[in-house]
């Protein structure tokens, strides 16, 4: 089988430095030297399907654009690459966020991905109207993905559940084909709800034995429920011709954040109601020194990023490897993104995904492309004329 690379699009900004942000950090929008633009984010999605990945993840939440929109918008500069849209089941009616998919699907040609985000933050979930705790957010997303469901396969559903209440609710159209529900969550609560519903399980980039664990647990959950989801992982990823300089840009980008904006990041990340989130501040615990928390694996973006924190930091041959560890745990998508979104993207698919085909574990979606039927010929200067 071969693996699934994603990439991921800044739709709060981007630029040469970790640009800051996220869940648990900041309320609006990030910033960054460059601009969130059709313009620009099209240079990324069409770089990227360029490449070989599969789809681009566009996050949610106040501090970024509408990921719905902003994908809606991407298609049409694009012909392949899929969009994993990261949305929030307490926001809009189960109905019509199964209307919203089959329309997508129907009028980008089958490119939608469903990330499912219940929401670890109380605080950004008030101010969306939303005054439920976490654990009864978990509830009311198993009603949603049920209810969604349900409208996929054609059925004409009665719901009254604890949390949401639908009645003759059905689509007039299907989603064809039905969008994968990409899921994650670390919590007690979320376990459950992720092997109901999930296709593909996701978790940030822990160290392998931490995800190994992770996702056993997964397993066993979704075991009893009579399902078997496939898995992947979100990581950042620095990856260049030789160790030293993906290190030394490591490093680069670790000197260009300001201490206060560490100190003020981790305020508020200690503040978050995330198991993953916990996780993720355990591994660093806000200090710059023993950010290698595993072999190429590197916790410095976190110290100033809500979410996904870790990136692979090593040599073209050292990320492929690391990789294929991932995989060894049962890991077939991964997500990936670096800083900036445009550059990192050739330095992966330009470095790392030819090692990683030629070892068979990877193919490009849309095929090997054809030999060059015109012969090289080296270059010669010719002598001016005068």
């Avoid at 985000?117 to 969306?128: H, I, K």
Wanted: glycine share 12%; proline share 6%.
């Amino acid at each position: 089988m071969s693996l699934t690379f994603h990439w991921f699009l800044p739709t709060y900004g981007d630029s040469r430095d970790i640009v800051g942000g996220g869940h648990g950090v900041a309320v609006g929008t990030a910033g960054g030297a460059r601009p969130a633009t059709v313009a620009y984010l099209g240079q990324i999605a069409r770089s990227a399907e360029q490449l070989g990945f599969v789809g681009a993840l566009t996050p949610t939440g106040a501090w970024c654009e509408d990921a719905w929109l902003a994908t809606a918008m991407l298609a049409e500069v694009t012909e392949r690459l899929k969009f994993l849209v990261a949305f929030r089941p307490g926001l809009l009616s189960p109905t019509l966020a199964a209307q919203m998919a089959a329309t997508f699907q129907r009028l980008s040609g089958g490119r939608l991905l469903l990330n499912v985000v219940t929401g670890g933050e109380s605080a950004e979930q008030r101010a969306y109207g939303d005054f439920l705790d976490k654990d009864a957010r978990y509830a009311r997303t198993d009603e949603f993905l049920h209810v969604v469901r349900s409208l996929w396969r054609g059925e004409t559903i009665d719901h009254v559940g604890e949390h949401l209440r639908v009645e003759g609710a059905r689509l007039a159209r299907l989603p064809d084909p039905v969008p994968p529900v990409y899921f994650g969550g670390s919590s007690t609560a979320a376990g459950p709800v992720a092997a109901r519903h999930s296709d593909v399980y996701l978790t940030w980039g822990e160290p392998p034995a931490q995800v190994a664990g992770k996702l056993d647990h997964i397993r066993a959950l979704a075991a009893d429920a009579g399902r078997s989801p496939r898995f992947g992982v979100r990581l950042h990823v620095i990856a260049r011709d030789t160790a030293e300089a993906a290190w030394a840009q490591a490093g680069r980008l670790l000197d260009g954040i300001d201490e206060a904006d560490i100190r003020a990041a981790q305020e508020g990340l200690r503040r978050s109601e995330s198991e993953g989130q916990r996780r993720m501040l355990a591994l660093h615990g806000g200090s710059r020194d023993g950010l290698q928390v595993a072999p190429n694996l590197w916790a410095g973006v976190g110290l100033v990023r809500g979410g996904a924190g870790t990136a692979l930091v090593g040599s073209h041959t050292e990320v492929a490897d690391r990789i294929a560890e991932y995989h060894a745990l049962g890991i077939d998508e991964f997500i990936l993104s670096g800083h900036p979104h445009l550059e990192e993207a050739y330095w992966f698919g330009e470095g790392v995904l030819p090692i990683l085909r030629a070892r068979g574990l990877w193919r490009h979606p849309a095929g090997d492309p054809a030999p060059d039927p015109t012969p090289s010929v080296p270059f010669a200067p010719q002598p001016a004329r005068v």
